[in-house]
């Protein structure tokens, strides 16, 4: 049994330790403040590394609201008041009121204790597009936990809460994001859990330190030039010419059966008939994106050409071969091949 997928974004990358302008005075201004950022750092560096979390009273934490303390103001106030005017009613509301408090209290603990947690593995992304995490809870208990918020742990922006119920002897999903700010492996970011169910005057959260890494591509350049012009295969005998946009001459009329991937759908959105590339001549070139020849000078923007290269290739159903410094990726086609090759490319 599950309920509807919550989810919600974060914009911010892995958290700093303190703002990058003005960092040098920021230790000066703001003492307390740079006192409790490296204690924390420091603690949530304890924390270990799992994917999975079932939370029990060694890692939930309980504290009074902004509106407990107000209850807690008035409860001392109606105390006073009754001791003063010797109110037998006031009494009764004070003791009552005080144990729904305590009542709400245990409630509140108890809606996450208990509760277990699993990282589902993270997709890839693109460098500037929102990595989505994906967190199963699993309840085993036979009541319901209402009110559970998860987000990305972030300690210069205020947080973005997905909540979400989950049902007795259940699971339910919750969806946070979070925003890479450049290609390569990330591990993923410190997550938190917390309720206010059911009164609100309590916060009752945890802190989680998922092992689990997201693997971010190079973000693909927007408008990229055409594909480079195919290389004469070795002992092809190429005798045939190459035009200067990348696509090969060797096309013709498509034909009844001509297979899809053979239909070049760049030429046919042009001239709005379709053609095909001519297996034959097609076999006497292939397609290599070089880093070397990818005609920028800064290695990023390289790197984003060639992302949006294989992306290109790959919708055309091309072969294509990719050349790094270091490393060489032979031609082939299909979705293992553009996957390999955008991973060589988030992680040269």
Partial sequence: MSSPVASATNAPDAPAAVPAAGQEHYFVLNPVAHARRQFR????????????????QRNVYILPTRPGFMMGATLLVLVIASINYQLNLGYLLTFLLAGCCVVGMHVCHATLRGLTMN????????????????????NNRKSARYGIGLAVLDLDQDDRWAYTDVPALGSSTVQVAFKPGRRGLHRVPMLTAETRFPLGIFRVWTVWRPAAQVLVYPAPEAVPPPL???EPRAGGGATARVQATGEFEGVRAYRRGDPLKLVVWKKAAKSEELVSRDAQQAQRYELWLDFAQAGLQDTERRLSRLAAWVLQADRLGMDYGLRLPGQQIAPASGEAHKRRCLEALATC
């Fill in 228 to 230: 480079p012009a195919g």
């Fill in 41 to 56: 750092a420091w603690w949530q560096a304890r924390l270990p590394l799992s994917d999975s979390i079932t939370l029990t």
């Fill in 119 to 138: 990282l589902m593995a993270p997709d890839p992304q693109f460098a500037g597009t929102s990595a989505c995490l994906r967190i199963a809870l699993s």
